[in-house]
C-alpha cells in the first residue's frame, strides 16, 4: 500500500473530506500552526509542522530539503497538497515527480496564483472551478487529472463562490487520490 502525505497550510475542510472518505493517510505536514493540524490530530493521524519564514530570511531551497527529507524518512509515496501555501524549490519535483499533486480552485491554465478565486470574479466570467494537477516545478501547472466546472451566480462573493468550489473539491479530490493510491 502506497504511503499518503497530506500537506496543508490552513482551514482544512479538503483534508477533513479526505480523512471522511477514509483514506489512509501516513502524515499530515504544515508549514504553520493550522486547523488543518487541530483535525488531523483529532483524527489520530501524525502531524508535523516544519515552520517557515516570510521575506528575505525565507531560503526556499533548504526549506524544501527538510520537507524532502522528512518525507523520505518517512517512507511516503506520493504527497498531496491540498490548501498547502509554500511554492518548492526544484529539487521537491525532482524527488517526487508525478508523485505530488495539488488542488487549484480555477479552471487551469485560467486563474494562477492565490488569487484564483477573486480574480475569476473580477474578471466577469461566468464559469470557473477546480484543477487537479500534477504539480511541477512551475507554480499552478503541470499535467491536468481532473477539472470540474463551478458557474459564477450573480451576487457572488469571494467567500460564496469559493465555498461553492470547495463542495466540488470536496468530493472530487478523494476520488482522485484514492485512484492514484491504487495505481
Ligand atoms: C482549496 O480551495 C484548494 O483548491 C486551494 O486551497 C483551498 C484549501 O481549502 N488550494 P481548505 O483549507 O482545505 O478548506
Same mark, same amino acid.
Given at each position: 500500500?502506497?504511503?499518503?502525505?497530506?500537506?496543508?497550510? *490552513?482551514?482544512?475542510?479538503? /483534508?477533513?473530506? /479526505?480523512?471522511?472518505?477514509?483514506?489512509?493517510?501516513? &502524515?499530515?505536514l504544515?508549514?504553520r500552526?493550522?486547523?488543518? =493540524?487541530?483535525?488531523?490530530?483529532?483524527a489520530?493521524?501524525?502531524?508535523? @509542522? @516544519?515552520?517557515r519564514?516570510f *521575506?528575505k530570511?525565507?531560503?526556499?531551497?533548504?526549506y524544501t +530539503?527538510?520537507?524532502?527529507? +522528512? &518525507?523520505k524518512?518517512?517512507?511516503?509515496?506520493? =504527497?498531496v497538497?491540498?490548501? !498547502?501555501?509554500?511554492?518548492?524549490?526544484? =529539487?521537491?519535483?525532482?524527488?517526487?515527480?508525478?508523485?505530488?499533486?495539488n488542488?487549484? $480552485?480555477?479552471? &487551469? $491554465?485560467e486563474?494562477?496564483g492565490?488569487?484564483? =478565486?477573486?480574480?475569476?470574479l473580477?474578471? *466577469?466570467?461566468?464559469?470557473? *472551478?477546480?484543477?487537479?494537477?500534477?504539480?511541477?516545478?512551475?507554480?499552478d501547472?503541470?499535467?491536468?487529472?481532473?477539472?470540474e466546472a463551478?458557474?459564477? /451566480?450573480?451576487?457572488?462573493?469571494?467567500?460564496t &463562490?469559493?465555498e461553492?468550489?470547495k463542495?466540488?473539491?470536496?468530493? +472530487? !479530490? $478523494?476520488?482522485?487520490?484514492?485512484?492514484?493510491?491504487e495505481?
Amino acid at each position: 500500500m502506497k504511503k499518503l502525505a497530506v500537506l496543508v497550510s *490552513g482551514v482544512g475542510s479538503i /483534508l477533513e473530506a /479526505l480523512i471522511s472518505k477514509k483514506l489512509t493517510i501516513a &502524515l499530515v505536514l504544515a508549514d504553520r500552526e493550522c486547523r488543518a =493540524v487541530e483535525i488531523a490530530k483529532v483524527a489520530g493521524i501524525r502531524t508535523e @509542522i @516544519i515552520p517557515r519564514t516570510f *521575506g528575505k530570511t525565507f531560503n526556499r531551497h533548504l526549506y524544501t +530539503l527538510n520537507v524532502v527529507r +522528512l &518525507l523520505k524518512d518517512r517512507g511516503i509515496d506520493l =504527497v498531496v497538497m491540498a490548501g !498547502y501555501m509554500t511554492v518548492f524549490a526544484p =529539487v521537491m519535483f525532482e524527488e517526487y515527480a508525478n508523485r505530488i499533486t495539488n488542488i487549484h $480552485p480555477s479552471l &487551469l $491554465p485560467e486563474f494562477k496564483g492565490e488569487r484564483a =478565486v477573486a480574480d475569476a470574479l473580477e474578471s *466577469g466570467a461566468k464559469v470557473t *472551478g477546480t484543477t487537479i494537477h500534477l504539480a511541477t516545478e512551475k507554480l499552478d501547472d503541470g499535467p491536468i487529472i481532473a477539472q470540474e466546472a463551478v458557474l459564477v /451566480l450573480d451576487g457572488d462573493t469571494v467567500e460564496t &463562490l469559493w465555498e461553492r468550489i470547495k463542495i466540488v473539491e470536496r468530493r +472530487l !479530490y $478523494p476520488e482522485v487520490v484514492q485512484k492514484l493510491l491504487e495505481e
